[in-house]
């Protein structure tokens, strides 16, 4: 397939793009390179553009015939948004509406949207699947929520297909050593444990250890980001035999707290971690943990790095990789 990744040089969007190049497609990136890497694209031709810039990014597309889009390029950290939701809500809706008007100008009609678990905001169940309702407590998760509702109603009007895929916790890093996570500045919890190792003086904060979970602190699904590339192709897939909308939780299903993962660092590193507990983070939900039994059985998606400690090791080597 002849596939556009917005978005292609960040964390998730960089292993996308890879796993593609591995399965034989013909990639295009586009980014922007304002949070992307300019060493995480390797062998396929890059687009530099902004989604707000429209004349550009007609430039670039006009007369491109990509079988579907991959769209990922986004502004992400939940505290930035609730900080500066303006920059949200123009990146996330106004960057996709933009990139949609072209896609459709150029008769391309499949896309696979990044979205997030942030839109379910404060579960009512524990495991959360599909229809589980939308309600996000920030604004990162309602910019999210409002690009899906758009994709189900152009869908509606036939005039696209489109997949939307809920991130859970995505964490680890290629296996080849080559491509792992490096924001800047980092707020990852796995990243930011492994970090902390080099600080030895500053201790790694725990935000906060009195949530309503048996340790105290929150539990999320952490799922490997190759397995998250996987489920994309598997999408796009999908997409060139199938109209319509459709949305996956995509999580491991296994649930960790963050204590549990201090605790696999320290067995995976080796080291003991200096840490010390602190204030909940702004719009931290106590627990995030998906059903992704419709991706394994509508997409065929069989997530390989099925357990937290091979999640670390892959998160740990490219640590040591980039600290070298
Ligand atoms: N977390 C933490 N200290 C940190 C970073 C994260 O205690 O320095 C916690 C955070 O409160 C959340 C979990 O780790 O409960 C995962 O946070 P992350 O930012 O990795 O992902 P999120 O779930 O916010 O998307």
Not at 105 to 123: E, Q
Not at 137 to 161: A, C, H, M, Q
Not at 291 to 301: M, P, R
Not at 316 to 321: A, T, V, Y
């Amino acid at each position: 397939m002849k596939i556009l990744v917005t978005g292609g040089a960040g964390y998730i969007g960089s292993h996308i793009t890879r796993q593609a190049q591995r399965q034989s497609h013909d990639v295009c990136v586009l980014d922007d390179f304002s949070t992307g890497n300019e060493w995480a694209v390797k062998d396929c031709e890059t687009l530099r553009v902004n989604l707000l810039d429209k004349d550009l990014l007609k430039k670039c597309l006009r007369g491109r015939n990509f079988d579907g889009v991959i769209h990922l390029a986004a502004k992400s950290l939940v505290g930035e948004s609730i900080i500066n939701p303006y920059t949200y809500y123009e990146n996330n809706i106004v960057g996709s509406l933009n990139l949609l008007n072209e896609m459709l100008r150029n008769d391309i009609h499949r896309i696979v949207f990044s979205s997030t678990a942030a839109i379910f905001g404060n579960p009512r169940t524990n495991i959360i699947r599909e229809d589980h309702p939308k309600n996000p407590i920030n604004p990162y998760g309602r910019t999210k929520l409002v690009v899906e509702n758009f994709l189900n109603d152009l869908s509606i009007s036939k005039k696209l297909s489109a997949v939307c895929l809920r991130y859970f916790n995505a964490a680890g890093a290629d296996p080849d050593g080559e491509l792992g996570e490096a924001h800047d500045p980092e707020t990852h919890l796995i990243p930011t444990i492994l970090n902390s190792y080099d600080r030895a003086k500053q201790p790694f904060k725990v935000f906060g250890n009195d949530y309503p979970t048996p340790d105290g602190t929150c539990i999320r699904d952490y799922v490997h980001v190759n397995d998250l590339a996987d489920a994309h192709l598997l999408a796009l897939q999908k997409l060139q035999n199938t109209d319509g909308f459709s949305e996956y939780n995509l999580g491991s299903s296994v649930k960790n707290s963050v204590m549990e993962v201090i605790k696999t660092c320290e067995g995976v590193t080796g080291r003991p971690l200096n840490y010390e507990i602190d204030e909940h983070r702004l719009g931290d939900p106590a627990v995030l943990v998906a059903d992704n039994t419709k991706a394994l059985t509508e997409l065929g998606w069989q997530p390989v790095f099925n357990n937290l400690d091979k999640i670390i090791e892959t998160a740990w080597n490219w640590h040591k990789r980039l600290s070298m």
